[in-house]
């Protein structure tokens, strides 16, 4: 302990304060430790009991232990609903409600990441091309990250009175003679799926673009700068540089927004009023938690659900990582061949001002 | 420099953990500060939404005025009793599970800290009244037979739990059938209270009415679950029974045959409950619907504030304003919308200002003539609703000078609350939504029940269905 924050001088007239930063980290750990390590143990433990408060009749079940009924539950609990795929019709299937309701989870999620990667990533190559220099940078960074100010749930009941039946935008259409009579989207699968996804969409595409020029513009300009002078076109340098230089950023921002994706709750909640949308087609996963923990308070069925929640969430995390990633086998020449090339890398010049130095150089005959 | 170094991080601890232990003391400041009676100073009120402390204001004898003291507000009184209104939001069950904590650790609790009185509703009254928590209003409280004397029966019964009474009400809430007089004369031409409600006196004629009214241009209702309390006041026995068994009423399936019928007929206009449509549809600028049922509260503060959107009074014209149109009726059948109870806590050390509370809120005939006639509400006093039936100088403007509290009188009378249930809440919310997919052609009747159980399984434990959930509707 004397040692650890001593501040005598040494030999070399240093003061260590280094030791200190240990002392810094005790808020977070204790912050850490209490309200997110127990918590999480708990959610663990108490999944294999029996335990809830049963609100009608105020009386507290448990906690008695029960092995794995919970998780029998989550996976046993089913539906009849009329599924169909791809227009076609399979009739009222007993359908489990865990699957369906990662299914319907994962679609919204999908449905509005594809375009939200594709504009960001668009909008990140702008915003950090050198050849473009778009003016107002600033601007419209601040304009596209606007939308994730505004609280989930303000922003679902805004969406819900655009697109009330009553609503601007159906007033539109009709004034359009796009369609003949009043609609309410609230009873179509589609449209509130739709909906759904967009709002994920407009309330994140601002956060992916900024994570994803903070990764563009890691990525050393004269690399950049070499390519142009090499006539490299726009196209082959966001092919040859670009994308493989961003790949770590990039698969940071595809897991961190799936796993805000399964994590969808807010706006589907607000949007759909509670009801999950039609036939419970927007019906999130972290919904059925929410019900399960806020109204049925049983702490056993939601500690089991958010286990599993877990689970697929590190299952898919994995599976994303190992597609954009795929991990190449490299034979053991080849590995001594690499450190080899990577050892005469470490010498090279590493800017086309070095290179122009050595070769000035290299022709005084210096070398 | 270097000692406030150290003193950062250490001071961050010592917040966290003064943070961890500070919560639910605010209110102790007064304790014991030279109190001479052997009642506390402070009396804690736990409700969900601002409606009673405003009755509290406005008519309490003793309210002095509101304090604010930084973040928090208490009502003063005469004697120096502090008020406090603790409102936790119903939404996502929070006020019941916030209430279900406070109760459980009252006897833990300091003594200024505990609940003095909590308040509750018609869908879950059951639950609280069967508990030690709620004081007996007779034996514990002491108001007297005498007192409750001119509440109606059916605001006694509802919260009566082994002979005793567990809980007051102000209110009355019986509903009735409020409609549109220049719709009426269209439909059924003429918009007299008498003559409309011999057209609508049961089922079978109010259907035909609808047949009459779509053939007219007009929709007989806004949406789906319109009707639905009209129906499910009348089941012939609770939602879920003592052992846990969900029943389907006939009354609820007269309720989705009905609706779905109306749905596929054009009888209605397709909204649901609270959405923008099923608002606007209740004023000048939505679609013509000829009546909403409604209860008391619904009509002189929902309805009247829908049908003038504006706020241009009676214009006379109902392309501009609906105020001064509508006019009220029984309809086809008595039921009743919501009601709030007042109940005194167990471990209450105010016991005589809780018995002033409820014997001015609840007892007295002169507050509540004076409530009906500011607010318009229907107060829990037969006598004093007597008084205003029979004053033939008393109309309400909104309804075009009808005198509704003649009707409501009537309609009070007729209503049975005896198969209110805990489980009410759930069944209710979560059957109008699993049906509307029926109703749109989303899903059929059997996908549609499936999923009502898939709904109340999430919400409630260990639920089980009888047959009638397997029978065809």
């Known amino acids: 302990m004397k040692r650890l924050f001593s501040r005598k001088q040494d030999k070399g007239d240093h003061i260590h304060y280094e030791k200190w930063g240990y002392l810094f980290l005790i808020p977070f750990f204790l912050a850490f430790f209490v309200f997110q390590f127990i918590p999480l143990f708990q959610t663990i433990y108490y999944s294999f009991f029996n335990y809830y408060s049963d609100s009608a009749l105020f009386v507290t079940i ?12 989550i996976f046993t609990s089913s539906t009849l609903r009329p599924i169909s795929f791809l227009g076609i019709s399979f009739g009222n299937v007993n359908f489990p409600n865990f699957w369906y ?5 994962v679609l919204i999620w999908i449905i509005g990441f594809i375009p939200q990667i594709l504009l960001s990533l668009q909008l990140a190559i ?8 778009l003016k107002i940078k600033s601007f419209w960074k601040t304009v596209i990250y606007l939308p994730n100010l505004i609280m989930a749930t303000a922003f679902g009941m805004l969406f819900l009175m655009i697109f009330a039946r009553n609503g601007p935008v159906i007033d539109t259409l009709m004034g359009w003679n796009w369609i003949s009579e009043a609609f309410d989207v609230s009873n179509n699968q589609i449209a509130t799926r739709l909906i759904i996804a967009f709002l994920d969409f407009l309330m994140w595409f601002g956060n992916t673009t900024i994570l994803l020029m903070a990764g563009i513009m890691g990525i050393d300009n004269s690399i950049y700068e070499s390519a142009l002078l090499d006539g490299a076109s726009s196209r082959t340098m966001f092919h040859k540089i670009t994308m493989p230089l961003l790949k770590p950023i990039f698969i940071y921002v595809v897991i961190t927004s799936m796993i805000g994706g399964i994590q969808l709750f807010d706006v589907a909640q607000i949007f759909t009023q509670r009801s999950g949308g039609p036939s419970e087609s927007s019906y999130t996963l972290m919904m059925w938690l929410y019900n399960l923990i806020s109204y049925k308070q049983n702490y056993g069925q939601a500690g089991a659900l958010s286990l599993l929640i877990f689970v697929v969430t590190a299952i898919l995390s994995v599976g994303v990582y190992k597609t954009i990633h795929p991990r190449v086998n490299v034979t053991k020449d080849e590995m001594i061949a690499r450190k080899k090339r990577f050892k005469e890398y470490a010498k090279c010049p590493s800017t086309i001002h070095e290179i122009a130095n050595r070769s000035a150089a290299k022709t005084k005959g210096v070398e | 420099m270097k000692k406030s170094m150290f003193a950062i991080p250490a001071l961050l601890t010592a917040g966290l953990i003064a943070l961890a232990g500070c919560t639910g003391q605010n209110n102790t400041s007064s304790a014991g500060s030279g109190a001479t009676s052997t009642e506390g100073k402070v009396f804690n009120i736990e409700c969900w939404n601002n409606e009673f402390q405003g009755q509290f204001e406005k008519f309490y004898p003793d309210y002095v005025r509101t304090v604010t003291e930084g973040a928090t507000s208490y009502d003063l009184l005469r004697d120096g009793t502090k008020v406090y209104f603790k409102i936790t939001p119903t939404d996502g069950n929070a006020y019941q599970k916030k209430l279900d904590a406070d109760l459980s650790a009252q006897d833990s609790a300091a003594v200024d800290d505990k609940i003095d009185m909590f308040l509750i509703e018609a869908d879950y009254a059951t639950k609280y009244v069967a508990t030690d928590y709620t004081l007996d209003v007779k034996g514990d409280v002491g108001l007297s037979d005498d007192d409750l004397s001119q509440m109606y029966q ?14 007051v009400s102000w209110q009355a809430t019986p509903g009735l059938f409020a409609y549109r007089r220049d719709l009426a004369k269209t439909v059924l031409g003429s918009d007299d209270p008498t003559t409309v409600q011999a057209a609508l006196s049961d089922w079978t004629n109010f259907n035909s009415v609808a047949a009459t009214a779509k053939s007219k241009g007009v929709f007989m209702l806004s949406g789906y679950d319109d009707a639905y309390r009209v129906y499910s006041n009348n089941m012939s026995g609770k939602w879920v029974n003592d052992s846990k068994v969900v029943t389907l009423d006939p009354q609820i399936k007269a309720w989705i045959k009905a609706t779905k019928t109306y749905t596929d007929s054009g009888y209605n206009d397709k909204t649901t409950l609270w959405d923008t449509q099923w608002n606007a549809d209740q004023g000048p600028k939505g679609n013509k619907v000829l009546g909403f049922f409604y209860s008391t509260w619904g009509i002189n503060f929902t309805l009247a504030g829908n049908s003038d959107p504006d706020k241009l009074g009676n214009t006379g014209n109902p392309a501009t304003s609906l105020f001064g149109d509508y006019a009220v009726c029984q309809g086809p059948a008595s039921w009743y919308w919501g009601g709030t109870w007042l109940c005194g806590a167990k471990g209450t050390d105010n016991k005589s200002l809780l018995n002033k509370i409820m014997y001015a809120m609840t007892c007295s005939r002169a507050i509540a003539n004076g409530i009906t006639r500011i607010t318009q509400d229907y107060t829990n006093n037969q006598v004093a609703m007597n008084d205003i039936a029979a004053d033939t100088t008393y109309g309400s403007a909104f309804l075009g000078g009808q005198n509704h509290i003649a009707l409501f009188k009537e309609s009070a009378s007729k209503i049975n609350m005896k198969n209110a249930g805990a489980y009410d809440q759930g069944c209710n919310e979560n059957i109008q939504t699993a049906m509307q997919d029926y109703f749109t052609g989303t899903a059929d009747y059997a996908t549609a029940i499936s999923n009502f159980k898939t709904k109340l399984d999430a919400v409630y434990n260990g639920l089980t ?9």
């Not at chain 1, 702008?126 to 220099?133: M, R």
Request: without cysteine; charged residues 20%; glycine residues 4%.
């Open chain 1, 62 to 73: 448990g906690p008695a232990w029960n092995g794995f009924d919970n998780f029998k539950y």
């Open chain 1, 101 to 105: 309701y990662l299914i319907n989870t």
């Open chain 1, 126 to 133: 702008w915003f950090t091309d050198i050849k473009l220099n």
């Open chain 2, 154 to 167: 059916y605001t006694k019964d509802i919260v009566t739990y082994n002979n005793k009474l567990k809980a």
């Open chain 2, 465 to 473: 269905y009888d047959a009638t959930f397997d029978a065809a509707l």
